[in-house]
Nanobody, 126 residues
Framework: QVQLVESGGGLGQAGGSLRLSCAAS????????MGWFRQAPRKEREFVAA????????HYTNFVEGRSTISTENAKNTVYLQMNSLKAEDTAVYYC???????????????????WGQGTQVTVSS
């Protein structure tokens, strides 16, 4: 079992930056992938970015690519999502999740992910 705890959300300014963290505890394998998703009010949960636990593979959705960076710090069992050039439409609850069956493949489908954190609210003011 894997436990995930997100942090780093809060209030950001449009054009500013926030860094989200996701600390994993329990059994974490190098074959896993980690994903970030977000859910805005009255919208479905959507994929943001994913990374292989080794950090060798990354994938972003088009609305964050170029202004966000996903990374891992294996010594701390932590995954980060650095978000720059924040926009009001980035306002959402952000969740991290683990895909234990990744084996190098990065999925955008939330159904592929086994364990989820509780989420952290990001609010961007314009």
């Amino acid at each position: 079992q894997v436990q995930l705890v997100e942090s780093g959300g809060g209030l950001g300014q449009a054009g500013g930056s926030l860094r989200l963290s996701c600390a994993a505890s329990g059994r974490v394998s190098s074959s896993y992938a980690m994903g970030w998703f977000r859910q805005a009010p009255r919208k479905e949960r959507e994929f943001v970015a994913a990374i292989s636990w080794s950090g060798s593979a990354k994938h972003y959705t088009n609305f964050v690519e170029g202004r966000s960076t996903i990374s891992t710090e294996n010594a701390k069992n932590t995954v980060y999502l650095q978000m720059n050039s924040l926009k009001a439409e980035d306002t959402a609850v952000y969740y991290c999740a683990v895909d234990r069956r990744s084996f190098g493949r990065l999925s955008v489908d939330p159904a592929r992910y086994d364990y989820w954190g509780q989420g952290t609210q990001v609010t961007v003011s314009s």
